[in-house]
């Protein structure tokens, strides 16, 4: 997704983990020892981007396997969701 990146570790499995930057913000992903297998059945990592269609264009391009293409909401949004290696739902989203 071309984020910038600001910190990343890996010491071994189940503990790495990656700092992005993001325009404003920052957020970590971050894998945490367990006895299971991480599990994102229901969860999602959604974020708010300034042009959510260059995002989309991004992750076809590279193809990043696409859960739900991009399309505008009822309630606002324009967004589409994706999903990465592990599992876990991530959606990019802008207000209309």
């Known amino acids: 997704m071309q984020l910038e990146e600001v910190r990343s570790w890996d010491r071994g ?3 790495k983990g990656t700092i992005f930057k993001f325009p404003k913000s920052e957020f970590l992903l971050e894998v945490e020892e367990s006895e299971e297998a991480p599990s994102f059945y229901g ?9 959510v269609d260059d995002w989309y264009r991004k992750a076809v391009a590279q193809r990043i396997q696409i859960k739900q293409p991009i ?4 309630y ?3 967004s589409f969701k ?3 290696p592990n599992g876990l739902t991530i959606g ?3 207000y209309i």
């Open 76 to 78: 606002g949004h324009r």
């Open 13 to 15: 499995h189940c503990n």
């Open 71 to 74: 399309s505008d909401t009822s």
């Open 82 to 84: 994706m999903e990465d």
């Open 43 to 51: 969860a999602g990592l959604y974020m708010e981007v300034d042009d």
């Open 92 to 94: 990019l989203f802008q």
